[in-house]
Nanobody
């Protein structure tokens, strides 16, 4: 049973930084993309940053220049470095691994709350 375990959420003041981590437990292969989504209260879940296997990262316009997504040295880890945080970045952040098993399949983390407030 594969599980994605996230860490690094919490409260931070505007202008601060936070680093989210996500690691997959269990065997996982055929990863075609890894990334982070977020969902704010009353809003739909949106892609924040993603990285294709062997490809370049892509970002939502709202976080370009502030957030950086990266893969860890361990095969099944992904990070999200968030700088210059704004109150509108407040949301539950979800880690996502997309794999190919006779079709695309998504694994999701449980979500970690990030609150940006003074």
């Amino acid at each position: 049973q594969v599980q994605l375990v996230e860490s690094g959420g919490g409260s931070v003041q505007p202008g601060g930084s936070r680093r989210l981590s996500c690691a997959a437990s269990g065997s996982i292969s055929s990863i075609i993309a890894m990334g982070w989504y977020r969902q704010a209260p009353g809003k739909q879940r949106e892609l924040v940053a993603g990285i294709l296997s062997g490809g370049s990262p892509n970002y939502a316009d709202s976080v370009k220049g502030r957030f950086t997504v990266s893969r860890g040295n361990a095969k099944n880890t992904v990070y999200l470095q968030m700088n210059s945080l704004k109150p509108e970045d407040t949301a539950v952040y979800y880690c996502n691994f997309k794999v190919w098993v006779a079709g695309a399949f998504d694994y999701w983390g449980q979500g970690t709350q990030v609150t940006v407030s003074s």
